[in-house]
T-cell receptor, first 112, second 118 residues
Framework: GNSVTQMEGPVTLSEEAFLTINCTYT??????LFWYVQYPGEGLQLLLK?????DKGSNKGFEATYRKETTSFHLEKGSVQVSDSAVYFC???????????FGTGTRLQVFP | ETGVTQSPTHLIKTRGQQVTLRCSSQ?????VSWYQQALGQGPQFIFQ???????GRGNFPPRFSGLQFPNYSSELNVNALELDDSALYLC?????????????????FGSGTRLTVV
């Protein structure tokens, strides 16, 4: 079946630190991969996506590369800010559908 | 564009009751999906509606049902509420169902309705 596994949080960092949030997936065929962010009291916002192997999604300084050989889509940012504090969800969409399958989320806390 | 609006924001119901949650989709978006997010978990797909017809369903029992209206609004109905139905319910709209195309995840999510069943 299709599933997404994320590293557990919370991830606690100082401002300007390097961020990595690990995400691996299991899927049949060729899914599309996504990172969504959820700020307190708000809905989910699409952060970035990649639709095929070796694609790199990027947005607001965040990056993730679709690695088919390791079935991974790790989220990285070179220098986090306090405003990046939120819950981050890795998700996949199976081929030929736009249904989203989410991981359990990773809470990021950035301190000044 | 006005985004996706959900109502109410919070709701408390008693076990066995019925509840209707509402969603006003982004203008022009003819596809709406509903997700259930239990505390500390990722959202789980309930079902999707495309042009007022159900277009895919997740692993949820029939007491979860929905409707989509021509004015881009939609409803999620849950009958015979159980304690485990307590969750944040998210509505997400997109411009078009992808029907046979690779997923784009191009959804706009609402802020959700927090349902508590006691």
């Amino acid at each position: 079946g299709n599933s997404v596994t994320q590293m557990e949080g919370p991830v606690t960092l100082s401002e300007e630190a390097f961020l990595t949030i690990n995400c691996t997936y299991t899927a049949t065929g060729y899914p599309s991969l996504f990172w969504y962010v959820q700020y307190p009291g708000e809905g989910l916002q699409l952060l970035l996506k990649a639709t095929k192997a070796d694609d790199k999604g990027s947005n607001k300084g965040f990056e993730a590369t679709y690695r088919k050989e390791t079935t991974s889509f790790h989220l990285e940012k070179g220098s986090v800010q306090v405003s990046d504090s939120a819950v981050y969800f890795c998700a996949l969409s199976p081929y030929n559908t736009d249904k989203l399958i989410f991981g359990t989320g990773t809470r990021l806390q950035v301190f000044p | 564009e006005t985004g996706v609006t959900q109502s109410p924001t919070h709701l408390i119901k008693t076990r066995g009751q019925q509840v209707t949650l509402r969603c006003s989709s982004q203008s022009g978006h003819n596809t709406v999906s509903w997700y259930q997010q239990a505390l500390g978990q990722g959202p789980q797909f309930i079902f999707q509606y495309y042009r007022e017809e159900e277009n895919g369903r997740g692993n949820f029992p029939p007491r979860f049902s929905g409707l989509q209206f021509p004015n881009y609004s939609s409803e999620l109905n849950v009958n015979a509420l159980e304690l485990d139905d307590s969750a944040l319910y998210l509505c997400a709209s997109s411009l078009d169902s992808l029907r046979g195309l690779p997923g784009s995840g191009g959804y706009t999510f609402g802020s959700g309705t927090r349902l508590t069943v006691v």
